[in-house]
């Protein structure tokens, strides 16, 4: 919705004067086509770079309007998030040395950025999702607080009527239920433009979406959210579900998510796209139009087609296509959204040249592909690809192949064809694609971080080991060498800051807990297999209404133990608790006070974890 005043559609007439314009600007698009208004030469590529703030502990920073007032640059612009900002890079002619101008640019934006950040004890950090989120920081008082961003989260809101399902299986399973559009605060991305030929726009389109299983196996970058492992990049199932519309039921009230890849391939003009989005997909939101487009182009002039832009800027297809005015000239280009942010921006800049080469370096075999692979067998490669990187099997070209051997053998070669038939400098050329081809031979950045976090998880809980994991990508970002050439973290090298440790950090989250009415016989039992010593009690809904400790069964006899007790009869029932984020020295304190050795950790009344006194040896 870009800078937008948008407002809620609240009545009959705000819906037919948003629905005249709409229409109006789908016709004025269909002239400028007829009369070949669209800009055809030369072509521009241009990038928007999300990134997280975090402080000095590596945690979200909730205070990214007074950093955007500091660094006071058009190129910034606010996210949904309170921690997250934009750069939106300048468009460069496809040409020459234009890889390295963006690289240029995005790198002394994000210094400004930085050397703001640091005014408010922050720092910057480019990664698809932040190891380091929890739950907490997706409520809506980290939301930035903007109006567009609290309209879209009601509008939202109201057409679901329901909290959003949040179901992701990978290594871990993430299932639970959130109120909000916050979730989208937990994806940031690397969002790459590229302007089209509007005589080839359906062909150029239809190849983009043919490629983007490939060129996302090599990119992929966000494996982790609140600790768990799920897809090599789960922006994709995450984004799918934070910002769907469609209320759960049998029969979905649309076929399709606004985020998506689509259903089938594209026909037709580029206006039909925008045709397609507006049938499948109602208007959200509105804001105000001065302007006839239609009339604007009878004058002679460039309409901005605000309507229209503003419902594309509602469904949020992988591949999007755009329609912008630059220098007063229209024309239309495609948004890749599916590459995450980072691992550092020389790594950005080699995906978008991997990405740019191979929609100009498509060999004719592949002309009118919508005619000779099944769109089912495109779309299956891209989730694929989401799910499982570069261990992904993709079916290219009617045969199986793995995502080594097609970007090594057939797309890399393709992409330096398609740079160099553009005239894009053969040094750059070479040391961008350089960088991809290294990726496939050691590691990206979904693979780098899943080898570290489970390297780190042997010997510190999950909540640490994010913080570690998020504090070494950073220091590594900073150097901005390539991702393949990033060695394993060295666990020496790791500073000690156990004085701001919380009970997060050290609390156990693998809890066996009974019920008040299993037979104690069964506990104890389990307390002798597992070899632990402290076995909470809850009820139905996850409340601990109970604590059972070796030292309550110890004096107990066989024969009392089996001959059917239950766990109310002997369990603790007045129990001392803390949350996760009290500090250790705050639970030592409590522990000494009141001679336990374990305290349960709630949050909303719900047991979440255990801390004990060995927790704290260790």
């Known amino acids: 919705m870009g800078n937008l005043n948008v407002t809620k559609l609240q009545n009959k007439k705000e819906h037919a004067n948003y629905i ?22 030369p072509i521009r590529i241009g990038a928007e770079q999300e990134f997280f703030i975090v402080n000095d502990s590596f945690f979200p920073n909730n205070n990214a309007l007074e950093i955007l007032e500091d660094i006071n640059d058009d190129h910034f612009t606010t996210e949904i998030g309170n921690f997250n900002l934009e750069i939106n890079l300048d468009p460069q002619e496809l040409k020459t040395d234009c890889f390295s101008k963006l690289e240029e640019q995005l790198t002394t934006l994000l210094d400004k950025a930085k050397e703001s ?11 698809g999702m932040l190891p380091t989120l929890s739950l907490k920081h997706i409520t809506i008082d980290n939301m930035t607080p903007i109006q567009r961003y609290y309209v879209l989260n009601e509008a939202i809101k109201e057409s679901r009527n329901q909290d959003f399902n949040i179901h992701i299986k990978g290594v871990d399973e993430l299932n639970f239920q959130h109120d909000s559009v916050m979730l989208e605060g937990c994806n940031t991305s690397f969002q790459m433009h590229l302007q089209i030929h509007p005589d ?8 983009a979406q043919a490629i983007s299983g490939p060129v996302l196996s090599i990119c992929t970058n966000s494996p982790l959210l609140f600790g768990k492992e799920l897809w090599a990049e789960s922006r994709i199932a995450l984004f799918t579900q934070s910002v769907d519309t469609r209320a759960n039921s049998i029969m979905l009230n649309e076929n399709q998510s606004r985020v998506s890849f689509g259903n089938n391939w594209e026909t037709g ?40 832009s503003l419902h594309s800027g509602t469904v949020y297809k992988w591949n999007r296509v755009c329609y912008g005015v630059g220098g007063g000239k229209p024309h239309l280009r495609i948004e890749n959204r599916y590459i995450a942010s980072g691992p550092t921006v020389t790594d950005e800049i080699a995906n978008m040249m991997f990405w740019v080469g191979l929609m100009h370096g498509k060999p004719s075999k592949f002309d009118n592909i919508h005619e000779k692979w099944n769109f089912k067998d495109v779309k299956s490669n891209f989730f694929s690809a989401a799910r499982y990187g570069m261990a992904t099997q993709f079916l290219w070209d009617g045969k199986y192949i793995s995502s080594h051997q097609l970007i090594l053998d057939e797309l890399l070669p393709m992409a330096y064809r398609g740079l160099y038939s553009v005239g894009v ?45 998020t504090s070494q990508l950073y220091e590594k970002q900073e150097l901005n060498y390539p991702i393949g ?23 156990s989250t693998d809890i066996f807990s009974v019920f008040k009415d299993d037979s104690l016989q069964l506990v104890v039992n389990i307390m002798k297999w597992k070899k632990i010593r402290h076995m909470p009690v809850i009820d139905g809904d996850k409340h601990i209404i109970g604590l059972i400790t070796t030292t309550d069964v110890k004096g107990l006899s066989n024969h009392y133990i089996d001959k059917g007790v239950s766990v109310e009869d002997i369990m603790t029932k007045e129990l001392i608790t803390i949350g996760q984020y009290e500090t250790l020295e705050t639970a030592k304190i409590l522990m000494i006070t009141n001679q336990i050795n374990c305290l349960p950790v709630i949050e909303k009344g719900k047991l979440i974890g255990l801390l004990t006194s060995k927790d704290f040896l260790d």
Do not use: C
């Open 117 to 127: 950040a640091n005014k408010y004890n922050s720092k910057v950090i480019l990664t």
């Open 20 to 41: 005249y314009h709409l229409m109006n600007d789908i016709e004025a698009l269909d002239l400028m086509l007829q009369q070949d208004l669209i800009e055809k030469e």
């Open 425 to 469: 400098n053969p040094a750059d050329v070479e040391k961008y694609l350089t960088i991809i081809e290294n990726r496939v031979t050691s590691h990206n950045g979904s693979q780098w971080l899943i080898k570290n976090y489970r390297h780190l998880n042997k010997e510190r809980t999950k909540f640490e080991s994010a913080q570690v994991l």
């Open 269 to 308: 003009s580029v206006t039909d796209v925008f045709r397609d989005n507006i049938s499948r997909f109602r208007s959200l939101v509105t804001s105000e139009y001065i302007t006839d487009s239609v009339d604007m182009i009878e004058r002679g002039e460039i309409p901005k087609l605000k309507a229209l």
């Open 485 to 507: 050439s990033w060695s394993m973290i060295n666990k020496n090298e790791i500073p000690d800051n156990k004085e701001n440790h919380v009970v997060k950090h050290a609390m």
């Open 200 to 207: 080839n726009f359906i062909d150029s389109y239809n190849w």
